[in-house]
Structure formats: C-alpha cells, structure tokens
C-alpha cells in the first residue's frame, strides 16, 4: 500500500511520481504555472487533483518572502459594524489573488495579542487592525515585523505606520450636540461594551454636556452589545434620571432597544423621547420610527486600508502620505430625533 493510500500527507515528491516528472518541476508549475507548456501544466494539475495535494504555503513563502496573504484583525465576528468593514477587504483582496486571514479579538487587549502572535506567525504581507490601542508588546512585535500596518477605525496620536479612521471623541460630542442643539437638556448616555471607542464617544457626550451646563446620566456596561441590553440599560437610565428627554445611544442596536423599550412603555418617540444612535447599521433608516444616528465609514476605511496595502505590496513599495487619513463621520437626523414636547 502507498503512503497516501494509508492516508498520510501528500508531498510534492508525490505529486511528482505521478505526474512522471521531477519535484522541481512541479514546483515550477505550481509557483508560474504561465510559464510552462499547456500539457506539462494539465499533467501536473491532473496530479495534484488526484492525490489532494495541498501546497504547503509556509514554505513558499519562506522561500519567495510572499504569502498572498493578509490578516485583518476585529473585535467581533457577530457584530454588524464589521460586515460592511470585512466585505471591504475581501473585494479588494480576492480579485488581486490575495487571501484573507480574519481574527477576532473579542475586545479583549490579551486576545488582541494573541491574535497578533498568530497572525505574524502566518507570514502576512500586511496586517489591518480594526482599533488603535495595542498593547506595548503587541506594537513592538507589529513594529519589527517590517510589514506594511494599519490601524483603522480610530484616529491615533501615535500610528504604528498607517491610521484611517475617524475621531470618535467628535463624533460622540456631534451625536450629543444635534440632540442639545434641538432643545433637550436632559440627555442621558447608553453604551456598551466599553471599548476605547466607546469611551472616547462617552467623552464627546460629556464634553456637550458640560458645554450647556447639563447634568450626566449615563447608563452603561462591558457587556457584548445587543438590542434586549439596549432596553434593559435605558430602564436602568430613567429610574436614575427619570426627566431624561433624549438618549444619546453608544450604537445602533442598543438604540432599535431603547426605541422598542419605548414602545413597551407607552413613551412616544420623538414625541416623548428622542433616540440617536450611533454606525448608521442597515435597519436605522427602516426602523419605524427610523432612527437618527452617526454614519461611520466602515465600508470606505477597510476599501482605503486595502487599496493601500495593494499599492505597497503590489505596486509602488511605498507609504501613502500622509500617513494618517481622517475620513470623518456624518450625524443623520431622522424621525426618531426631535424638539422636546413645548421646546
């Protein structure tokens, strides 16, 4: 019985065998194979189809310094912020014939980490990271690894190499702001998880606050975000601030939560209680009422991360100036945002 009748790995010296030609030559083929005659390229791929034969990539890329591979990092694979973000990637990669590695960091900095170790254990040609604050060790080993990096979806003031995003501390104090500017005083704050976007967002919130001399109220928990924990925070936001007339919510599935806690309630929205949210997620605008909140350029800011690690890896070897590229964000206000009752 042959070793791969026994079920063992198949070897390129397999592949070999049975296509009748030498291991270098089927590495030929395999690596370029338009570099070849059409038969030779037929005999080695009928080969290769009939053992299962999977190139050991590792090696090809140790020998070539190219994987045609790139990581992307996010903190979450169930959070819809990240569909637009990820299909991005994949429609700019995949037609260039590069791959896309995802992980996730469940918004843990450790996770983060460790997915960092395993990605530049892939041999990447980039890496995307769906955040800014990398741990110390994760920087440096981003740092040393001599690959083109981008951080995205915040703005930092200290970019390992390449920043797109957007600052979340405006946004946050935008969101607020459109809801102090249409009369509310009485503005309260729902957010989870507490990311450091969150927070930045919850900075933004408070700065408006302060700036119409308001009081806080602000309901919060680093839990995974979902609609039933938007209703269950705005309950426990109206029992501590019950003259609250407007909730500035951290996303958009906890305010759909606060808008059907609403409904539960009997509170009419706007009419009673005004409701931003925060992403611009497909629903808001369907939502009845729709929902009023931030548009982010989740979609635009992996497309920009990708075009720019395409260029470097693919083209011109060299870092866009300048380095960090804001791309801004857009406050909508629809029906479920309006002037308090007699304002």
Do not use: W
């Not at 969150?198 to 806080?216: D, T, W």
């Amino acid at each position: 019985m042959s070793r791969t009748a026994r079920g063992s790995r198949v070897t390129l010296d397999d592949v070999a065998v049975r296509a009748d030609v030498s291991p270098v030559t089927v590495s030929r083929v395999l690596r370029d194979p338009d570099r070849v005659s059409e038969p030779l390229r037929k005999r080695v791929d009928a080969a290769v189809r009939e053992l299962g034969y999977i190139p050991n990539q590792m090696a090809s890329a140790l020998a070539s310094a190219r994987t045609g591979r790139v990581a992307v990092i996010v903190p979450s694979l169930t959070n819809g912020v990240f569909d637009d973000y990820l299909r991005a990637t994949h429609d700019i990669f995949l037609p260039a014939g590069i791959d896309v590695l995802v992980l996730n960091s469940n918004y843990a900095s450790g996770r983060e980490e460790q997915a960092i170790v395993t990605a530049l254990g892939q041999h990447p040609e980039a890496i995307i990271l769906a955040g800014i604050e990398q741990t110390a060790f994760a920087k440096r080993s981003l740092r040393q690894a001599a690959i083109p990096i981008v951080q995205t979806m915040d703005i930092s003031p200290d970019p390992i190499d390449i920043n797109i995003g957007l600052s979340h501390f405006d946004a946050g104090y935008a969101a607020a702001r459109h809801l102090f500017d249409l009369g509310h005083r009485n503005v309260g704050y729902v957010a989870a998880p507490l990311d450091s976007r969150a927070r930045k967002r919850s900075a933004g919130y408070l700065h408006a606050v302060h700036e119409f001399g308001a009081m806080p109220a602000i309901a919060s928990v680093d839990d995974p975000s979902s609609v039933t924990l938007g209703g269950s925070l705005f309950v426990d936001l109206i029992e501590r601030a019950p003259a609250t007339t407007a909730v500035f919510c951290a996303n958009d599935d906890l305010a759909l939560g606060v808008l059907f806690e609403c409904r539960r309630r009997g509170i009419r929205v706007p009419d009673d209680m005004s409701i931003i949210g925060f992403n611009d997620l497909e629903f808001s605008a369907s939502a009845s009422p729709s929902l009023s909140t931030v548009a982010t350029p989740r979609y635009e800011v992996a497309r920009r991360a990708a075009e720019i690690i395409l260029d470097i890896v693919r083209g011109s070897g060299k870092r866009p100036l300048p380095r960090q590229i804001d791309l801004g964000f857009r406050v909508i206000g629809r029906e479920s945002t309006a002037p308090p009752t007699g304002g």
